[in-house]
């Protein structure tokens, strides 16, 4: 029965060619980024910003699930609705991240693993009383001289295996994101090597933990150059090598793979994501959609920097990037679309 439940959540969530707003920064994370653009970093301005997001008109067209954060879930818009009741009445489906963050691993230097494992169950269990009908957990590998090592890959494949374990038996529908990190000067082939090496982990774990693999997501990177090499392939060849990666690991049970953005611009993130839709749509045995953080609410936010005066563009911008990334799944995103 609850397996049922899992496999339509998940499925609603990326029905009709939408995909998830990731809206869950940490609180030091959303700080970070009002810092750069002056917004002060206050519980007020995270509540106004979050409502700018929620209360974005048509966004549960193109959007089918936002990912909140402990915060967010809580709080409220200015009349006293509860952000979740905005999202279920605009047709969203509320998530809600549930790590604690990537912390440093015990005797593996530069490496780290996410923590948060005690506690879930009952954490899980408030967060499904409160309205959320997913969650997300984040693993964080990083590419540099030596790593990652194994041992750094098995502990996060093994955590985000247990988390996953624990949300089905919630009720629901983990969404399960090992990010390998777009830092450093690597090539797209040593990201490739990587990025396999981590997804047979993860599944390997995901099989040894009984996740039901029909009622969860996943969350990877795209298969990218390391954002400081000097050769940066092109959206087609970015497309090939992420597709061809995911159908070597990702078993054909998993109804949908959502890419996280991890730093690439707005309108690149999209016209990757569009170019593997268009050259491969009849090969894949999942949906190919998107989990965007910063590749959607990025130019929202520079145009809001806080004043209520902004507030229009700013929601229109939003709108725009899912728009745009809705197109992208039907492989029909283009650079014209960008010249509103
Ligand atoms: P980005 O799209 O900004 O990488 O964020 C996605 C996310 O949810 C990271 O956990």
Known sequence: MILKQLEETAQALVASDKGLLAMDESNPTCNKRFASLGIPETVDARRAYRELIVTTPRLGECIGGAILYDETIRQQKSDGTPFIKVLIEAGIIPGIKVDQGAKSLAGFPGEKVTEGLDGLRDRLAE??????RFAKWRAVITISEGVPSRGCIAANAQALARYAALCQQAGLVPVVEPEVLMDGDHTLDRCFEVTEEVLREVF???YSQRVALEGMILKPNMVVPGLSCLHQE???????????????????????IAFLSGGQSAELASARLNAMNLRFTSRLPWALAFSFARAIQQPALELWKGHEANVPAAKQALFHRARCNQAARRGEYSAAMETR
């Open 204 to 206: 390997f774990q995901l």
């Open 127 to 132: 967060y499904s009383r409160l309205g959320a």
């Open 234 to 256: 092109s959206v087609d060849e970015v497309a090939d090598a992420t597709v061809k990666c995911l159908l070597r690991t990702v078993p054909a049970a998993v109804p949908a």
